[in-house]
């Protein structure tokens, strides 16, 4: 076999391993042209293995929301490793998920009453819609199939969760589909395919669902999943609270269950616990995931009103249990995390702290706009804001594909101490909850400067 040598960089010379390794979502041939390892964190920052320090402005991926080396965290972990690391996923319940599944219960919009772990966001989604599809067929509408989701959105990286996401490119490769997926367009109010405002766009968008319900056939439609505040890499829709109140309607008059993906909003992210508080629009069925652990394991959960759970509950012979599970769903030392991760959120305090930061950061952004014209719009809800860069504010046109402005910025603020998410056109910042006043000025300044340095050398 020839033996292909990916780089020369001195890293590999540290890390040999690094060859063999596949980051998410990376192209490895350029990841090892700029390659990043981090060895450790502390509060908002990490250190990678040169020494140099960065603010993890964007917590992980949305998750670290009481920031890294949490003792509080680590100390809840510890104790559980000291008692069982793994129970009997097949025969047993454990202590921390049942006490995890009560405090969901109690923070989570009151009908949504029922929990089942699984270790991931995506595993979570795959498992909401078996979860739509076998209610129904056990509520007597054994016809309804289909899962109506919108472009742009996320939903997971496993062949349900992404039949259901939008964007093209990061499907193409893996088509064909599982069936019964069936896609609406976003509320992107920013370039409305109507010409109407952001807020008339939406309520339009939200309307158009009922059309392609009926054109399906609403007995053959059994839920619509939708990520509340959508974060991709084609940026970020925040729609109005109308959007979600039409799309609760029409999904009532379909017998549609509501399944609200809430892996990215979950856990005061957009300032308040969870999206469904911010647009106070309770949905069916909702994937939580990401922040539930704080950062520190592999947790996520689908939490279900008592009406969706009811469907599940007979006698054993009439198998209409919830008839799957993973090895790690709900593993106690998660769930240990998890319930540490909660409590700092809802009673230590990172909830009401985030709230605050997430209107600083949000009034910094909108002040580097009135500075930079390139800025076309500032989008997002709490602690989950990005900037939008244009090539002219007035047609809101994007930059061309060939000469991303947003990555080039992204770049520059990486090698100046910032880590943010770079989309194609949006720079997102959704910091840990618990980032200080100062600590969020600071990265304000670093993207200030950053996109200062980045326009002194950039060519349209
Ligand atoms: C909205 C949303 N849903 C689902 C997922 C998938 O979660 P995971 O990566 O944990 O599988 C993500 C991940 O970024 C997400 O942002």
């Known amino acids: 076999m020839q033996d292909v040598k990916l780089t020369d960089t001195?890293?590999?010379?540290?890390?040999?391993?690094?060859?063999?390794?596949?980051?998410?979502?990376?192209?490895m041939k350029s990841f090892m042209d700029d390659p990043l390892v981090l060895v450790e964190g502390d509060g908002v920052r990490v250190r990678d293995h040169t020494g140099q320090w960065y603010i993890d402005g964007l917590a992980g991926v949305a998750a670290v929301q009481v920031g890294h080396r949490n003792q509080g965290i680590i100390d809840a972990m510890t104790a559980q490793l000291n008692r069982i690391a793994l129970t009997l996923p097949l025969y047993a319940a454990s202590e921390p998920a049942i006490a995890l599944a009560e405090r969901l219960a109690e923070i989570t919009p009151e009908p949504l009453t029922h929990v089942k772990f699984t270790s991931g966001g995506s595993e979570a989604n795959e498992t909401a819609f078996k979860l739509a599809r076998q209610f129904h067929a056990q509520t007597g509408n054994p016809g309804k199939y289909k899962i109506i989701?919108?472009?742009?959105?996320?939903?997971?990286?496993?062949?349900?969760?992404?039949?259901?996401?939008?964007?093209?490119?990061?499907?193409?490769?893996?088509?064909?589909f599982p069936t019964g997926f069936v896609h609406v367009l976003p509320p992107d109010g920013y370039r409305s395919p109507f010409g109407l405002d952001e807020v008339e766009s939406a309520i339009r968008c939200a309307e158009l669902v009922d059309h392609v319900i009926v054109g399906e056939g609403p007995e053959t439609v059994a839920a619509l999943i939708a990520d509340p505040v959508v974060m991709s890499a084609e940026g970020l829709i925040a729609p109005p609270i109308e959007y979600f109140k039409i799309l609760r309607e029409v999904c009532d008059r379909h017998n549609v269950l509501l399944l609200f993906d809430e892996i990215i909003t979950g856990f005061g992210r957009l300032g308040e616990m969870f999206a469904a508080d911010v647009y106070e629009t309770c949905p069916d069925i909702m994937s939580v995931g990401k922040g539930i652990s704080g950062g520190y394991a592999a947790l996520a959960a689908v939490m279900m009103t008592e009406r969706v759970a009811s469907a599940f509950w007979g006698e054993l012979g009439d198998g209409v249990h919830f008839n799957a599970g993973h090895t790690y769903s709900g593993n106690p030392v998660a769930c240990a995390a998890g319930l540490e991760a909660v409590r700092q959120i809802v009673e230590g305090g990172a909830l009401d702290n985030?709230?605050?930061?997430?209107?600083?950061?949000?009034?910094?952004?909108?002040?580097?706009?009135?500075?930079?014209?390139?800025?076309?719009?500032?989008?997002?809800?709490?602690?989950?804001?990005?900037?939008?860069f244009v090539s002219d504010r007035?047609?809101?046109?994007?930059?061309?594909?060939?000469?991303?402005?947003?990555?080039?910025?992204?770049?520059?603020?990486?090698?100046?101490?910032?880590?943010?998410?770079?989309?194609?056109?949006?720079y997102v910042l959704a910091p840990p909850l618990t980032s200080t006043a100062e600590e969020i000025d600071e990265m304000l300044d670093i993207l200030d400067a950053s996109i200062a340095e980045t326009l002194e050398t950039f060519e349209e």
Request: net charge positive; hydrophobic share 30%.
């Open 10 to 27: 001195p890293i590999t010379d540290t890390y040999p391993g690094l060859n063999n390794l596949v980051v998410d979502f990376n192209q």
């Open 149 to 176: 989701s919108r472009y742009k959105s996320y939903h997971g990286a496993t062949m349900g969760a992404l039949a259901a996401s939008g964007g093209a490119s990061r499907k193409l490769p893996y088509e064909p």
């Open 354 to 388: 985030g709230r605050e930061r997430g209107q600083q950061l949000r009034a910094g952004m909108d002040e580097l706009m009135s500075r930079y014209e390139q800025i076309g719009r500032v989008a997002g809800i709490g602690m989950l804001q990005g900037v939008e």
């Open 394 to 426: 007035a047609t809101r046109s994007p930059y061309p594909d060939h000469n991303l402005l947003c990555r080039a910025v992204g770049r520059t603020a990486r090698s100046n101490g910032l880590i943010g998410r770079m989309g194609d056109h949006t």
